[in-house]
């Protein structure tokens, strides 16, 4: 089972930007298709952005617009720029591999604050 580390959280202003980045352990990374996903406090945990194997993407509305994924094959990662942050977007980020099943292993995540 593939797993994931999360990192590049933090806290900034509205209207600001982060870079998260996400590694996958194991081997055939670019064989298959990765999500974002986030969950803030008293929400369930919901869909961001996908790329497939092909970098074909797909964004919650949300965050289009705003946000990009994009992947590094040869380095078994995952990224997402976040542009023109607001409070809303405040969570806890994931990545997984999709389809996402309940058999999930979700990592630890990373925290992304946005300051009004």
């Known amino acids: 089972q593939v797993q994931f580390v999360e990192s590049g959280g933090g806290l900034t202003q509205a209207g600001g930007s982060l870079r998260l980045s996400c590694v996958a352990s194991?081997?055939?990374?670019?064989?298959?298709?990765v999500g974002w996903y986030r969950q803030s406090p008293l929400k369930q945990r919901e869909f961001v952005a996908a790329?497939?194997?092909?970098?074909?993407?797909t964004y919650a509305s949300s965050v289009k617009g705003r946000f990009i994924i994009s992947r590094d094959n040869a380095k078994n990662t995952v990224y997402l720029h976040m542009n023109n942050l607001n409070p809303a977007d405040t969570a806890v980020y994931y990545c997984a591999k999709r389809p996402v099943t309940v058999a999930t292993r979700w990592g630890q995540g990373t925290q992304v604050t946005v300051s009004s």
């Open positions: 194991g081997n055939f990374f670019s064989t298959y298709d």
């Open positions: 790329i497939t194997d092909t970098a074909n993407t």
